[in-house]
């Protein structure tokens, strides 16, 4: 995930309309290129080295369990279906390209709402792991 929050500055708006356009185009090898040649740029701006190594036995995780390498350890997501599950079912019956893109565009309202670990482990009754 390339922290675009901290990229979004009035100054960088062409760049920002710029992927946007290529991304609503499907052509998401274009657009994985464009996204790739910001990386020194992004990592200037924010100050922040946007890869990680990753070793062979956590690829072969996040390729059977899941997960994400740029994530770990630096972010939890929790997410919330307003609409019940069946917004989920409908959204994975969507026709698809090649790209495996949704053929008509999908919008979704999301929130992100920042809470303290102890709140998160009481609200959903999930435990963090230890710090090792």
């Given at each position: 995930?390339?922290?675009?929050?901290?990229?979004?500055?009035?100054?960088?708006?062409?760049?920002?309309?710029?992927?946007?356009?290529?991304?609503?185009?499907?052509?998401?090898?274009?657009?994985?290129?464009?996204?790739?040649?910001?990386?020194?740029?992004?990592?200037?701006?924010?100050?922040?080295?946007?890869?990680?190594?990753?070793?062979?036995?956590?690829?072969?995780?996040?390729?059977?369990?899941?997960?994400?390498?740029?994530l770990d350890g630096d972010y939890t997501?929790?997410?919330?279906?307003?609409?019940?599950?069946?917004?989920?079912?409908?959204?994975?019956?969507?026709?698809?390209?090649?790209?495996?893109?949704?053929?008509?565009?999908?919008?979704?309202?999301?929130?992100?709402?920042?809470?303290?670990?102890?709140?998160?482990?009481?609200?959903?009754?999930?435990?963090?792991?230890?710090?090792?």
């Open positions: 995930m390339l922290p675009f929050n901290r990229f979004a500055k009035p100054s960088n708006q062409p760049l920002i309309d710029t992927l946007n356009q290529i991304y609503m185009t499907g052509d998401m090898q274009a657009y994985q290129r464009k996204i790739y040649s910001l990386v020194p740029r992004l990592e200037k701006q924010t100050g922040m080295n946007i890869y990680k190594e990753v070793s062979e036995e956590k690829i072969k995780a996040y390729t059977t369990v899941g997960g994400y390498p740029s997501v929790f997410g919330k279906v307003i609409d019940g599950l069946g917004v989920i079912d409908k959204i994975a019956r969507l026709e698809k390209d090649s790209n495996n893109r949704p053929n008509q565009d999908l919008r979704m309202m999301v929130t992100i709402e920042e809470m303290p670990r102890k709140e998160i482990e009481s609200k959903y009754g999930y435990k963090f792991p230890a710090k090792q």
